[in-house]
């Protein structure tokens, strides 16, 4: 078993045995080569996504953990959030320039519950149309804007 292998197998056992709140793991999370997950994760009470469910499909390279798992909202309930466009890719620091081995799906999926969580108000990011008609299907190979929401 290869080091990526091991390492998937490691998370899947904690996330599994252990889930944090606002995170729920199926028993198919994660398909036969543990390259792909499905993770649902739970709006946080007293939000404006409090209780709504979303799905984030995982996939991960053999690089895996020194690269990011590929990560987007799939299925019928995308989250209207200004840093999720309308196809689920999903705009968040750690997820490209911000990446590092230390992170986990465990902790991708809190910082994504924890950004839903700080939304003012559900709406797609300003420049959404053009984005989801011009994107690359692969959100890592999407070069990101970071942009600054207290302006």
Request: net charge negative; glycine share 4%.
């Amino acid at each position: 078993m290869d080091s990526c292998s091991r390492r998937l197998m490691k998370e899947l056992q904690q996330l599994s045995t252990e889930p944090p709140t606002g995170i729920i793991c199926s028993r198919d999370i994660a398909s036969d080569d543990l390259k792909q997950w499905r993770v649902e994760v739970v709006g946080a009470p007293g939000t404006l996504y409090e209780g709504e469910r979303f799905t984030l499909q995982f996939r991960f390279s053999p690089q895996y953990p020194f690269s990011s798992p590929e990560v987007m909202f799939v299925g019928q309930n995308i989250p209207a959030h200004p840093h999720v466009y309308s196809n689920g890719h999903i705009c968040l620091s750690i997820l490209a320039d911000d990446w590092t081995p230390a992170l986990s799906v465990q902790s991708v999926c809190l910082s994504i519950i924890s950004m839903l969580s700080s939304a003012k108000e559900k709406k797609h990011p300003i420049d959404d149309a053009i984005y989801v008609r011009t994107c690359n299907k692969n959100p890592n190979k999407t070069r990101w804007w970071f942009h600054d929401d207290t302006v």
